[in-house]
Structures are given as C-alpha cells and as structure tokens.
C-alpha cells in the first residue's frame, strides 16, 4: 500500500522568505516522489521528482527537495518566495514497481504576500 | 517528454447529457490515464486504458458513467455520461514515460467541465 500526506492544506509566506511545503510518504515498494505546481487555471506542471539517485534534488524556479528514507519524507523548499510561486502545490508518489498507481497528496496552497 | 492536447478545453453542459473529452499525444504510448479534479480537491485517479484492452477503473469509478475508449496509442476519450452537477470537474489525461525507471507522468491541460 501507498499513500501521501501534505501537512498544511494552506501556507503563507512573505516575498522574499524561505518556503517549506512538507510532504510524508507511506510506500510497500520503492518510490519515485515528485512535487507538481498548478497554477489557477492553468495545467500541472512538474518541479522536481526524485528517481533514488541524489537526495537532494534541485527543480526548476529554485525549487529543491530532500528525499530522506528515516523519515519517510520529501518536503520542497525555495529560499526565497517569489509572488509568482503563488499556487497550489502537489507531491505525488509513484512505486518504481509491484504494479503502477500514482498516489496525488491532498495539496498545498502557498500565498505569497507582498 | 510527451504534448499531451485535449478537447474541448472547457464546456457548460446540461443536466441528463454526456460530454466526451478527447486526449492525443505526440508519440505512441501504452498506458493513458483518466483523472478527475474536483473544485478545490487534488487529483483522483478515474481509470487506466490501455491500447487494445477494457479500461481498468478505480474504486467509485464504473465504466457506464465513464466509459473510455482507446483506439490506437496516440489517441483516447473518456465520456461523462448522465451528467449531473457533481461531475463539475477538471478532467486531465495524462500518459506515463516508461523509458525512464522513474515513471514520470506527463499531463494533459484539462477540460473544465461545468454541469448546470
């Protein structure tokens, strides 16, 4: 069995302000983990996955991810927010076998403030 | 990578019809994938359709009120049949990249779909 949990339906942070968006995984087999941003009324759009080379994974905007097995997470953060990274935000796990379903978290809005 | 197009993008449909969304992709793929976003909710997983075979659906998911096809490996439609105001949703097809280890999937704009 698999699962995600996203921590906080909701964040907000200042422009300019690091962003941690927390992300817990349960998976029987070994995971790729991703972190999709979807944008109002806009499509999925995929930030980073981690595929178990690096830990730490860098994506695109200045996105990153730590993949730590102890603990069975995979939050993303960016060191400084930026009001264009207003949007809702996905982590989504995927066994790399024993059969294929991707597994969507509940989801994070983050709101940047000026 | 894969394009993924849909159509219609978006639609306002009457209670009691069916809409039928439409997926291609750029490039042969095995395995499509049918997802339901509800306002303000994540990602559910409809059903998975494979070339050559019936769809394989989800739990609370049944192929009368979603029946999809999937003629050829570029191409698949998921119709709502009997609609009513609760199938209000993104609809977002999606395909996987098997020739990585990592099983990215590679998504579709979606069709807004509004029930009246």
């Known amino acids: 069995a698999q699962s995600v949990t996203q921590l906080d339906s909701h964040v907000s942070v200042s422009e300019g302000t690091p962003v941690l968006l927390r992300c817990n995984y349960s998976?029987?087999?070994?995971?790729?983990l991703f972190w999709y941003v979807q944008h109002p009324n806009k499509g999925l759009q995929l930030l980073l996955k981690y595929t178990s080379a690096a830990t730490l994974v860098k994506g695109i905007n200045g996105f990153e991810a730590e993949f730590k097995k102890s603990e069975t997470s995979f939050h993303l953060t960016k060191p400084s927010a930026h009001m264009s990274d207003a949007a809702e935000y996905f982590c989504?796990?995927?066994?790399?076998?024993?059969?294929?379903?991707?597994?969507f978290g509940a989801g994070t809005r983050l709101f940047v403030k000026a | 990578s894969a394009v993924i197009s849909q159509k219609p993008s978006r639609d306002i449909c009457q209670r009691g019809t069916s809409l039928t969304i439409q997926c291609q992709v750029d490039s042969q793929v095995t395995m499509m994938f049918w997802y339901r976003q509800q306002p303000g909710q994540s990602l559910t997983l409809i059903a998975t359709a494979n070339q050559g075979s019936e769809a394989t659906y989800e739990s609370g998911f049944v192929i009368d009120k979603f029946p999809i096809s999937r003629p050829n490996l570029t191409f698949s439609t998921l119709t709502v049949s009997n609609m009513s105001p609760e199938d209000s949703s993104i609809y977002l097809c999606?395909?996987?990249?098997?020739?990585?280890?990592?099983?990215?999937?590679?998504f579709g704009p979606g069709t807004r779909l509004t029930v009246l």
């Open positions: 998976s029987s087999y070994s995971p790729s």
């Open positions: 999606s395909v996987e990249d098997r020739l990585a280890s990592y099983n990215e999937q590679f």
């Open positions: 989504v796990v995927t066994p790399r076998s024993g059969g294929f379903k991707t597994i």
